[in-house]
């Protein structure tokens, strides 16, 4: 009793505030000089290669079990993944998922953390901060195409399942690999860094609907280096340092898709920003903020 009466106390909340404070001086300094790039590299190769046993099998329980991964969903039992790498990439069991009927559907498990109509060609990363359409899609063009549409930011948490499908029936037209650098996604970064979702590295998939253009673009973060697209092998960020440049790739007359196809997995978890043209999303935008959705629910 005296626990929740102590939980909104002033003191609990000064307590907390200290927390936070504390929180965000440790990343403001140690941040910016984390050499996040090869972090993220050493990182990725870790999680991914196999451990002598039991060390590996245990490794996986234990990751399982501390973020609790629900592995009745699972395409396979536990002891079927040999490194937390295949933990976190795993696919679902048939039916795990059943898509909604509407014409749009979320593309992943994840918490919608902003969401909103694009003015004068900007996306809102945090309250007071926006970042630029064309720096995002490095594509002045598409930019363009996407004013007065709408946006909607997804964040994947650990817990989360890692592959993203398609929210709308289509076909794919182009494809783009923008190299960059790898910050954290946290609550502290999309707060602290400018324009960090157009700064981090990232795969863009255009999707032509017979409603308009919807973009999906998957965007890495620090430790989660490795994105793959399922549609394209060649539009990926596993690619060495001499040959890290812009990629773009027309597809014509288009790669054929379905709502709820695989487009791409993170070999950790991230953050997907999804576009869409004006016309395509009819709803009170505002009201998805802070919302929890599953991959195959309907938007509208």
Known sequence: MMKEMLKGSPARVLKDGLKNGLKNTFFDLLMPMIPKNELSHWVGRAVHRPLPEPLGQKSVELFAKYFSINMNEAEFPIDHYRTIGELFTRKLKAGARPLGAGPVLHPADSQITESGFITEQTLIQAKGKNYNVAELLRSQHFSAVF??????????????????????????VWGCHVPGELWPVNSWSVNSVPNLFSRNERVVAMIETPRG????????????????????????????????HVRELV??????????????????GSTVVMLYQKGMVECDLESYRSRHVKMGQELV
């Open 147 to 172: 004013e007065g549409g709408s946006f909607f930011t997804y964040y994947l948490c650990p817990t989360d399942y890692h592959r993203v499908h398609a929210p709308v029936d289509g076909r794919i």
């Open 213 to 244: 253009l919807a973009a999906l673009v998957m965007v890495a973060a620090t430790n989660v280096g490795n994105i793959t697209m399922s549609f394209d092998s060649q539009i990926n960020t596993k690619v060495r340092a001499g040959e890290r």
């Open 251 to 268: 597809y014509e007359p288009g790669i054929e898709i379905k709502k709820g196809d695989e487009l791409g997995i993170f070999h950790m």
